[in-house]
């Protein structure tokens, strides 16, 4: 297993890679880059920006590019009329006066050390904005998980065990009919029912916790965080229990109905014998190869929506923002962080895999 692991972590190096290569390439055939963006401020302001632009960065800078001017302003839309000394200044201060090439190579570089550099917006380190949004992503993306767990499993194992009853066919009704109606839709419904839109004001609409919740006591902290964090959560396990308690449901079912259970009923092994001492292990193994899948979803793309209807500042939005208004330093290091994120959880699901299995060898595979 020590084997199999060493090559998994090797092989994450090549496919980071290309993941960032292929990003990186179509980010550069993307319009409305951070160059654009500030041409357009600069013509919505007048020339007292263009002013100040071409003034912050020094003549040594920007002087060289004067003789150019029409293949530079000839790169941007926007940029005919435009001092070529105050496009080069730009183009230094977000980088772009280096070959693309040139540009990923460092960025590789300083990924290696996590150095993600400034956001070219906020006027951060996005390591910092990263370390600030990070937890409250991990604080969702966990308790969304770990209750969709706890209720889809047990859930699925008794439709599997009273297939075809009364049970049965009413909780599949409710689930379906929840899987029907997408998360988003369903947070603002719980926002106008809990959150003071029509009816209860039983929950806060905004953030995570309350202001000054770090002058408040320890149990208090608590109970604020759990209040704040109810209407969201429910909203993002109700998009993610469905498809996994039926998933949990039909691999119970193809275990129950094969013969080595069969058997084991034959030699007079009770049905909690059988289910959990025979079925369990086996129909689980399809529910753990779902796990990373799931938790990068929850993380990233099922709270993004959420993040933004509750207004929680979290990596997911984060990102979400850093695309609108690209800011690239802060676009590819969320994509570094979920892409390195979901690999690293993809090898914890197969070394899981051998902890519920020990008859699962990968290193025998070869892979």
Known sequence: MTAYIVRRLLFMVPTLLAIMLVNFAIVQLAPGGPVEQTIAEIRGQGSGAADRVSGS???NEAGPRGGNASQTNSRYRGAQGLDPKI?????????FDKPAHERFVTMLRQYLVFDFGDSFFKGEPVSRLIAKRLPVSISLGLW????????????????????GSRFDFASSAVIISLYAIPGFLFAVLLIILFAGGQYWNLFPLRGLVSSGWGQMPWPDRILDYLWHITLPVTAMVIG?????????????????????VKT?????????????GHVFRNAMLIVIAGFPAAFVRIFFTGALLIEVIFSIEGLGLLGFEAIVNRDYPIVFATLYIFSLLGLVLQLITDVTYV?????????????
Do not use: W
């Open 57 to 59: 960065g020094g003549g």
């Open 87 to 95: 496009i080069a200044e730009i183009e230094r201060r977000y980088g």
């Open 144 to 163: 969304t998980t770990l209750l969709t767990y706890l209720i889809s499993i047990p859930l699925g194992i008794a439709k599997a065990v009273r297939d």
């Open 240 to 260: 993610d229990f469905a498809g996994l308690t039926m998933l949990t449901k039909n691999s119970f079912l193809d275990e129950i109905n094969k013969d080595y």
């Open 264 to 276: 084991a009923r034959s030699k007079g092994l009770s049905e909690r014998a059988v289910l959990y």
């Open 355 to 367: 902890l519920v299995d020990p008859r699962i060898d990968f290193e025998s595979r070869g892979t």
